[in-house]
């Protein structure tokens, strides 16, 4: 079945690039999602990629797909304090109606 | 524009008690969501639903039950509380599966 995967915490210092991986197994996602979780609060989308695309930057955000070996990452420019959440991978594939997400990275910014 | 909204916030059951969580969405989605979010699981989803009228069991369906008998509202069921039930519930929406809209949550407690 689907699967997506990722590590559980990512620590960084402040000022610094942060960069959260994710692999997934269904080769048919077309489109692939991060997603920020703010203590206490519901997941917020933060960007997404679709499967054609190799690259996509927003602001801060840089979001890497290598395809080939269903690799995904989220790169955060100049981390900042407000940043420390927790980052879900998520995909959706042709003909369905559910994401499946990762088990989510907990990212940890220190001054 | 409220967004998702979910009632209660909060809420302790002694085991074996029933309780209906309630979501609302004023973006007239058609998709509409339950999660529960656990320490470490990340967020598996309970039941969902593709329209008004209709649900569909996801991967965790077991002690819950839901209804969309309108469109702008999906309400999750608990018929029996099991401790094993507590957990942190989320609701989504959204007009196309990747890009999903939470509520708040509610934290429940069962003892």
């Known amino acids: 079945g689907e699967d997506v995967e990722q590590s559980l915490f990512l620590s960084v210092r402040e000022g610094d690039s942060s960069v959260i991986n994710c692999t997934y197994t269904?080769?048919?996602?077309?489109?692939l999602y991060w997603y920020k979780q703010e203590p206490g609060a519901g997941l917020q989308l933060l960007t997404y990629?679709?499967?054609?695309?190799d690259m996509k930057q927003d602001q801060r955000l840089t979001v890497l797909l290598n395809k080939k070996d269903k690799h995904l990452s989220l790169r955060i420019a100049d981390t900042q304090t407000g940043d420390s959440a927790i980052y879900f991978c998520?995909?959706?594939?042709?003909?369905?109606?559910?994401?499946?997400f990762g088990t989510g990275t907990r990212l940890q910014v220190f001054p | 524009n409220a967004g998702v909204t979910q009632t209660p916030k909060f809420r302790v059951l002694k085991t074996g008690q029933s309780m209906t969580l309630l979501c609302a969405q004023d973006?007239?989605?058609?998709?509409m969501y339950w999660y529960r979010q656990d320490p470490g699981m990340g967020l598996r989803l309970i039941h969902y639903?593709?329209?008004?009228?209709?649900?569909a069991k996801g991967e965790v369906p077991d002690g819950y039950n839901v209804s969309r008998l309108k469109k702008q509202n999906f309400l999750l069921g608990l018929e029996s509380a099991a401790p094993s039930q507590t957990s942190v519930y989320f609701c989504?929406?959204?007009?196309?599966?990747?890009?999903?809209?939470f509520g708040p949550g509610t934290r429940l407690t069962v003892t």
């Open positions: 639903s593709v329209g008004e009228g209709t649900t």
């Open positions: 990629i679709f499967s054609n695309m």
């Open positions: 998520a995909e959706v594939g042709d003909n369905t109606d559910k994401l499946i």
């Open positions: 989504a929406s959204t007009g196309h599966p990747g890009e999903q809209y």
């Open positions: 973006m007239n989605h058609e998709y």
């Open positions: 269904d080769s048919s996602s077309t489109y």
